[in-house]
């Protein structure tokens, strides 16, 4: 199965600064019709799971831009600019390139 | 407005089995993939199954391969999950979740607790 390793486990921010959230792979992510089904979610508190990102790179509708999406291969990054309080939570990648379909561990973003 | 509602979750003895729902409205069902995720008490998320939009394939994890089955009713709007053999292991939140432009997990429901325990 492939393996997501997301670093750091948990992020200490203060509000308006830069968060960033690595996501390796222990296989390449790149699917045979050259797509990349990495994605993004966040669950806040108490809350379901939300889409953020999907295709490494693409926000969800009504997701803020200061969420960015980027990498290639088996290495990927989400930053978020100007953390708000509400981007609080637990933060997870996931991969359906390879099956079975995978979630990464998560990192939890606080405030310092 | 995408609306998912899961029921049918509760305690459950190991070895027996329980089937979940998911009722969706908002949307044209039959167009889309549907999947259940879980989530374990404060731990991370696992995709447990998903189904075409026609019923007519269905995917699994070895996790639950040969214990669980992914259905759908088109005609009713409704997603189940029938979950045979439970081990505790299956202890979890079960999220009904649908598909859109090429990711699985786009829209989610609230969640349905399954406890297996004796």
């Known amino acids: 199965d492939v393996v997501l390793t997301q670093t750091p486990v948990s992020l200490s921010v203060t509000l308006g600064d830069q968060a960033s959230i690595s996501c390796r792979s222990s296989q390449s992510l790149e699917y045979s019709d050259g797509y990349t089904y990495l994605e993004w979610y966040l669950q806040k508190p108490g809350q379901s799971p939300q889409l953020l990102i999907y295709g490494v790179s693409n926000r969800f509708s009504g997701v803020p831009d200061r969420f960015i999406g980027s990498g290639s291969g088996t290495d990927f990054t989400l930053k978020i600019s100007r953390v708000e309080p509400e981007d609080l939570g637990v933060y997870y990648c996931f991969q359906a390139t390879h099956d079975p379909y995978t979630f990464g561990a998560g990192t939890k973003l606080e405030l310092k | 407005e995408v609306q998912l509602v899961e029921t049918g979750g509760g305690l459950v003895q190991p070895g027996r089995s329980l089937k979940l729902s998911c009722v969706a409205s908002g949307f044209t069902f039959n167009n889309y993939w549907m999947s259940w995720t879980r989530q374990a008490p404060g731990k991370g998320l696992e995709w447990v199954a998903s189904?075409?939009?026609?019923?007519?394939?269905?995917y699994y994890p070895d996790s639950v391969k040969g214990r669980f089955t992914i259905s759908r009713d088109n005609a009713q709007n409704t997603l189940y999950l029938q979950m045979n053999s439970l081990r505790s292991e299956d202890t979890a939140t079960y999220y009904c979740?649908?598909?859109?432009?090429?990711?699985?997990?786009?829209?989610w429901g609230q969640g349905t607790l399954v406890t297996v325990s004796s």
């Open positions: 189904i075409t939009n026609s019923g007519g394939s269905t």
């Open positions: 979740t649908r598909d859109t432009m090429g990711t699985l997990f786009a829209y």
